[in-house]
């Protein structure tokens, strides 16, 4: 009996390029989003494996509910891949409105802990938990716009949580990764903000969603445990693709 891959905000960007991937790699995908149309979209992509897709706002009660539930009907959870976050609105933190604050809260810290919760009864020792970082985690003086400090103080508290976990849960693998820059809706949606503010000058890389999704499941299929639990996993880090194929190797030995 095989074990699902679960993931988040696959109704877009790098979320939907990995359900897309998982599926055509013969995996049971259930895949989450709120936007029913481009859920969908997943399935005219894949020539394999099996997608269910749940409709659900992730910041309420009742989506946390409805996901759990549809899981009972699996059996069991491989990858639990949270995606789902949102980064709008730009505003300063002395202009943010209380409801805006607490939606980006909600979504980005309170949603992955919550869902990690309730899911847990599906997981045993080799699931993989995955979260899903960003460069705006702390303070870097250097290359911080001014109008996305909800989004830069909401993914600091997620890697914080994540040292939790993986301190305090053992019933599970608890890994943590930083995409980099990666040309989805949320970026574009970035990029036009902080450029009317004038202030953006971004030069690194820009990958694809589909790139970023073959890594993310090179590191959840190939990796040793302790690579998986102990490594903050990063694209853009030439060393990180390296273990991975190294890792594939010693498999295939
Ligand atoms: N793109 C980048 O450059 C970049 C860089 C570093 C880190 N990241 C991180 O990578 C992850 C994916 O980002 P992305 O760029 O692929 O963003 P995206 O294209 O905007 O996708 C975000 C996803 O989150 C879902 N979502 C938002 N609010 C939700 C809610 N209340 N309930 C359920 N689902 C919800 C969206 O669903 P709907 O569209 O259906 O609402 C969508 O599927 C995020 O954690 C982001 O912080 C991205």
Redesign the pocket.
């Known amino acids: 009996m095989t074990k699902c891959i679960v993931i988040?905000?696959?109704?877009?960007?790098?979320?939907q390029a990995l359900a897309i991937s998982f599926a055509n790699s013969g995996y049971d995908v259930v895949a989450?989003?709120?936007?029913e149309i481009?859920l969908q979209k997943i399935k005219s992509f894949i020539s394999n494996g099996n997608v269910i897709t749940i409709c659900?706002?992730?910041?309420e009660e009742n989506?946390i509910d409805k996901v759990a539930q549809n899981l009972a009907l699996q059996n069991g959870v491989q990858f639990l891949i949270h995606?789902?976050?949102?980064s709008k609105p730009y505003k300063s933190l002395m202009d943010i409105l209380t409801i805006e604050l607490k939606q980006i809260i909600n979504?980005n810290v309170m949603t992955p802990i919550l869902l990690t919760q309730k899911l847990a009864p599906y997981f045993d020792e080799t699931t993989r938990v995955l979260f899903?970082?960003?460069?705006y985690v702390g303070i870097d003086k250097k290359i911080r716009p001014y109008v996305t400090g909800a989004y830069g103080i909401s993914?600091s508290a997620l890697r914080v949580a994540v040292e939790y976990f993986r301190r305090e849960y053992d019933k599970a693998l608890i890994g943590y990764l930083?995409?980099?820059?990666?040309d989805?809706?949320?970026?574009q949606s970035m990029v036009t903000a902080i450029n009317q503010q004038g202030i953006f000058n971004h030069q690194g890389q820009i990958a694809s969603?589909r790139d970023i999704a073959e890594f993310i499941q090179g590191v959840l299929e190939k990796t040793c445990n302790q690579d998986y639990k102990f490594i903050d996993w990063d694209y853009r880090e030439i060393m990180h693709h390296q273990l991975i194929e190294r890792s594939s190797v010693r498999a295939k030995l």
Do not use: E, F, R
């Open positions: 988040t905000g696959a109704s877009s960007g790098i979320g989450i989003g709120q936007n481009n659900a706002d992730l910041s989506g995606c789902a976050a949102i979504v899903i970082g960003s460069d993914k930083n995409p980099g820059t990666t989805t809706p949320m970026y969603p």
